[in-house]
C-alpha cells in the first residue's frame, strides 16, 4: 500500500525525467493562457531549468515513492533570471511544481517549507519568489503561507507584470508549525 506521505529530498541525477514531467504537467495549465508562441518559450525556459547550473538547490516531494513535485533554489536574483539590477541577494525559489493529480496533499506547502529551512540553514534571513496574476491559486497559497509583496522587486515582462513575494524567515509561522 502506497502512503499519502509527502517526503521532500534534494533531487538526484536519475530524477531528471521526472521533474520534466512534474513541470510540463503543472505548467501545461497556462498554455491556453498564452499565445502558442509564448508557450513554445515557456515550456523552453521552463525545461532548460532543469540543467542550468545556476541553481544552487533543486528539491523533489515524493507522494507514494513517486516524484509529485519539484522547486528550484537559486543564490540571487542574477542566478535565477540574470537580473542583477533587481538587487535580490537572498535566495529565490522558482519553479515550483505539483503534478495535477498529486494537488491537495500539501506538496506544494512541504516544498516551500523545506526551501525556507535550507535558505535559514544557509544563513539567509529572506526567501523570494516572483510569479503573476496567472497563477492565482499560487498567490493565494504564498499569501496564506506568509510571504508579503516585495514591490520594490517587481517588474515587467512584456506586458505581464510579474509580482515579487518576499518571506521573512525568523518570523515565518511556516518554520514553526
Known sequence: MKSDRV????AED???????QVLVAAYSQYEATLSPERW??????????VEAATTKARLVAELGGEVAGSVF?????E??????????????????AVLPSARGHGIATELIRASARLSREWGEHTLHLHTSDMMDS????YERLGFERAYDKEFHNGTALVKSYRLNLAEAALLHA
Open 7 to 10: 517526503v521532500v529530498r534534494f
Open 14 to 20: 536519475g530524477d531528471r525525467e521526472a521533474v520534466k
Open 40 to 49: 513554445a518559450q515557456y515550456k523552453t525556459n521552463i525545461l532548460e531549468a
Open 73 to 77: 533554489i537559486y543564490d540571487n536574483s
Open 79 to 96: 542566478a535565477a533570471y540574470g537580473a542583477p539590477q533587481l538587487e535580490i541577494h537572498n535566495p529565490i525559489i522558482r519553479l515550483l
Open 138 to 141: 499560487a498567490i493565494r497559497l
